[in-house]
């Protein structure tokens, strides 16, 4: 069964220092999401994606936050300069399109940033 | 803003029993209803989901019950078997836009043999 893929599993960072996280969305979905989940916390929307360009993003996804599809395959997550809140599980989840279809998750990359 | 609110935070069951999960939503321009099962270090995996059109979506041992004049959905799991241990979180979305979800809390089911 396709799957969505994550890497890396564990980021390790220093404050201030960018970060990519880096998905690859199953390969006939069209939209793409990343949600985080801060530790023992629900899961938070962050941004969704489609047709090259940002769909919704909430209030997490400020300035220091971007979102690209470099190429035909791989979505990413870039924070600029990190905080120490920006520790967290972040998820990427991609759908064959939206209507309510279902969104699958890969298993996440733990950032952590001391 | 809790757009979706999720009880109890955790429950704990007998191998055999009735796991029940409860969620309440305010927006009523939600319009699909999934649930999430997490396991450690996984993401959140589908688990099944309703529309608002039908009362109860049932597949296998896992069953939504969903209230529309209360604004309220569970999630029940018959025959509850200590594989089922993991967090639960009922999650929903609107059919507008780009469908981003609004997750609960969680909640942290185990069962016991």
């Known amino acids: 069964e396709p799957e969505v893929t994550q890497t890396p599993s564990h980021q390790v960072t220093q404050m201030g220092q960018e970060v990519i996280l880096r998905c690859v969305p199953i390969?006939?979905?069209?939209?793409f999401y990343w949600y985080r989940q801060i530790l023992g916390q629900k899961v938070e929307f962050l941004v969704s994606f489609y047709n090259n360009e940002i769909s919704e993003k909430s209030e997490i996804f400020d300035d220091q936050f971007s979102v690209e599809r470099p190429d035909g395959s791989n979505f990413t997550l870039k924070i600029r300069s990190t905080k120490l809140e920006d520790s967290a599980m972040y998820f990427c989840?991609?759908?064959?399109?939206?209507?309510?279809?279902?969104?699958?998750f890969g298993d996440g990359t733990r950032l952590s940033i001391l | 803003q809790q757009q979706v609110k999720q009880s109890p935070q955790s429950l704990i069951v007998q191998k055999g029993g009735i796991s029940i999960i409860n969620c309440a939503y305010e927006?009523?321009?939600?319009?699909?209803f999934p649930w999430y099962q997490q396991f450690p270090g996984k993401g959140p995996a589908l688990l099944i989901a309703i529309r608002p059109d039908v009362s109860e979506k049932k597949e296998g041992r896992f069953t939504i019950s969903f209230n529309k004049s209360a604004k309220q959905f569970s999630l029940h799991i018959m025959d509850s078997q200590p594989g089922d241990s993991a967090t639960y979180f009922c999650a929903a979305s609107k059919a507008s836009g780009a469908n981003n979800l609004f997750f609960g809390t969680g909640t942290r089911l185990t069962v016991i043999p």
């Open positions: 390969s006939n979905h069209l939209y």
């Open positions: 927006n009523t321009a939600f319009d699909y």
């Open positions: 989840a991609s759908s064959v399109g939206t209507s309510n279809q279902p969104q699958h």
